[in-house]
């Protein structure tokens, strides 16, 4: 295109006759009213090409947005049952990589699960929930007059008949109760929370409640809940009973196991805290609260068995036959029951066998004298023929 100023120029001189008619077509073009609807004809249809290809680009986003965000799956593309009552522990991937571990005994029931809400009721019962961080989802857990609200971390719930345990292993939730002070408590990451659900009423019985569970700062903060490091673990108590031996093991560890086996004056506790161990996939810790039973209360009743369960570890678990041995003849001198008794005496004579050739066949001829046809009579003459062989 050319401008007036170039057309004066052009026009001031000689020009050819060529070149006129050419100036002077692009003047009419440019004069032309069909010509210049055209081209804005053009430029609408321009506009509106691109209109709608980013109304489709929307459209499509929408819905696959929509894909994504609908309720929340099962890993393989099942839709979440009504509840779970597990008769066994349950394991529950989740299409968004969350993940619940409902130990056998619970019953959690689904309330909704939305694009933005996923809520269960858990009934009774412990489990463990690892929710994936910065999902479009808020979880929402009740039991009962309790709340527990989170958007993505790692924590687990135990609901039993009178009380509540909240244990938060990674991220923070919301604990929302009438039974905790100010009606919300947040607990982070090593937090550990029990309610006692038998406090009814609200005021002092709620502050009273969560006083035996936190030790409150003289600011009204509450950061150091029960189960801080610096408290008494007491959840492994509650675990035993729950017969989940490993749990109660994972409160506790290794030192605290050991701490109380040192310190604890009763019997029955120290035997507890030995199938902690023993149970839990540690059996070597279990060695100290038998020892202690054995040496500091022999003339308890638990003393014999005590001796006879340590016996079984040396010969099962440490490969130690002569100790097992002289474990075994210790529980029958403390007094085990009957059946026991029979027993003992024949695995002495089994444990002496790999370890004294001579001792083994003595013990083998001192069970057969008192048990002629006991249980272990077959086992026991097979050490005494062994014997006769050349």
Request: hydrophobic share 40%.
């Amino acid at each position: 295109m050319i401008d007036s100023n170039s057309i004066k120029q052009a026009l001031s001189g000689p020009l050819p006759e060529a070149r006129k008619n050419k100036l002077w077509q692009e003047i009419e073009v440019r004069r032309d009213p069909v010509v210049i609807y055209a081209g804005k004809i053009r430029n609408m249809r321009i506009l509106m090409a691109s209109v709608l290809i980013l109304l489709f680009v929307g459209i499509s986003s929408v819905i696959m947005w929509n894909k994504k965000a609908g309720p929340l799956l099962i890993s393989d593309g099942e839709s979440l049952p009504a509840k779970y009552a597990a008769s066994s522990d349950v394991n529950v991937d989740f299409s968004d990589d969350s993940n619940l571990k409902i130990k056998k005994g619970a019953l959690l029931e689904v309330l909704d699960n939305s694009a933005t809400s996923m809520r269960f009721s858990l009934r009774t019962g412990r489990v463990d929930f690892n929710i994936t961080p910065g999902g479009p989802r808020k979880w929402i857990i009740d039991c009962g007059e309790l709340q527990v609200e989170v958007v993505g971390t790692k924590f687990s719930i135990f609901r039993r008949k009178n009380s509540i345990d909240v244990q938060v292993l990674r991220g923070a939730v919301l604990v929302k109760s009438q039974l905790v002070t100010d009606g919300v408590q947040r607990l982070n990451a090593g937090d550990v929370l029990r309610v006692d659900m038998q406090k009814k009423s609200t005021g002092t019985a709620a502050k009273s409640a969560l006083a035996k569970l936190v030790k409150k700062p003289k600011k009204a903060s509450l950061k150091k809940i029960e189960m801080n490091k610096k408290h008494e673990k007491t959840l492994w108590r509650d675990y035993v009973q729950s017969g989940e031996y490993k749990e109660a093991y994972d409160q506790l560890g290794e030192e605290g196991l050991k701490t109380l086996s040192q310190n604890s004056k009763v019997p029955s506790e120290l035997f507890m805290l030995s199938d902690i161990a023993r149970l839990g996939g540690h059996p070597q810790d279990a060695v100290l609260p038998l020892q202690t039973i054995i040496s500091d209360f022999s003339d308890d009743s638990k003393a014999g068995l005590a001796a006879y369960t340590l016996a079984r570890l040396y010969f099962e678990q440490f490969n130690r036959p002569g100790d097992a041995a002289q474990m075994y003849q210790k529980a029958i001198m403390l007094g085990i029951p009957a059946g026991m008794a029979e027993s003992a005496m024949a695995k002495k004579a089994i444990a002496y066998a790999k370890h004294d050739r001579q001792k083994s066949l003595i013990a083998a001829q001192e069970y057969l004298i008192k048990y002629p046809e006991g249980r272990y009579r077959q086992r026991i003459l097979q050490i005494v023929n062994n014997d006769k062989k050349p």
